[in-house]
């Protein structure tokens, strides 16, 4: 069964800093793209930030860009964030999804979730 | 950046025929893919690529992308389909990926 269980979420002061683990299992990690999005208490998702199968390539979403960092470690299945300078904007839901594309339609899509962590960023 | 906008809230009868709609600039040339998400569960893959569904998922379900609209439509929806329904595509000019606004779906 292919399974993906967030840990690391908690409360934390603004300016402070928290690191995301997602651990994968189920298939073969290291051939699929990894992606973190986050839902704000009550509020839509947001794609936050994706990195490819050999970690050698990221992308991140302009209100998190230069502050989170994606990265994983394919020998032990499992994908990071780390989050520095949080802010109070920053409080959500974080969930670790695998990407799947589509070369004949050119799609990007998530599958499967995981169930998600919470990050509170509260003084 | 690339906006998807859908309704805030679609109401339908058991039985009835739901159709969410997900409004983007030439979103037809994109690919369109659609989640469920049910109150404090994680998001679930319902179509893909427009209008493929993945293993599991009931053939009542299913979706159409032409022009300026795409379409998730949920056929004899039943108690159970109650949830949020978000649209999704990757934007490529950004390698950013962007989720509508979302719906919720209340079954009278």
Redesign the interface.
């Known amino acids: 069964e292919v399974q993906l269980v967030e840990s690391g979420g908690g409360l934390v002061q603004p300016g402070g800093s928290l690191r995301l683990s997602c651990a994968a299992s189920g298939f073969t990690f290291s051939s699929y793209w990894m992606?973190w999005?986050r839902q704000a208490p009550g509020k839509?998702?947001?794609?936050v930030s994706?990195i490819n199968s050999d970690g050698s390539s990221t992308?991140y979403?302009?209100s998190v860009k230069g502050r989170f960092t994606i990265s994983r470690d394919n020998a032990k299945n499992t994908l990071y964030l780390q989050m520095n300078s949080l802010r109070a904007e920053d409080t959500a839901v974080y969930?670790c999804a695998r990407g799947?594309y589509?070369s004949?339609?050119?799609?990007?899509?998530?599958?499967?979730?995981?169930?998600?962590t919470l990050v509170t960023v509260s003084s | 950046?690339y906006v998807l906008t859908q309704p805030p809230s679609v109401s339908v009868a058991p039985g009835q025929t739901a159709r969410i709609t997900c409004g983007g600039n030439n979103i037809g040339s994109?690919?369109?893919?659609w989640?469920q998400?049910k109150p404090g569960?994680?998001?679930?893959?319902v179509v893909?690529?427009?209008s493929d569904r993945?293993s599991g998922i009931p053939e009542r379900f299913s979706g159409s992308n032409s022009g300026n609209t795409a379409t998730l439509t949920i056929s004899r929806v039943e108690a159970g389909d109650e949830a949020d329904y978000?649209c999704?595509?990757?934007d490529?000019s950004s390698?950013?990926?962007?989720?509508?606004?979302?719906t919720k779906v209340t079954v009278l």
């Not at chain 1, 839509?44 to 794609?47: F, H, K, N, R, S």
């Not at chain 2, 994109?30 to 893919?33: C, E, F, I, L």
């Not at chain 2, 569960?41 to 893959?45: E, N």
């Open positions: 992606h999005v839509g998702l947001v794609w994706r992308s979403a302009d969930y799947w589509s004949s339609h050119g799609g990007n899509w998530f599958d499967p979730w995981g169930q998600g | 950046s994109k690919s369109v893919h989640y998400q569960q994680a998001p679930v893959l893909y690529d427009d993945p978000y999704q595509v990757w490529s390698d950013h990926y962007v989720f509508g606004t979302g």
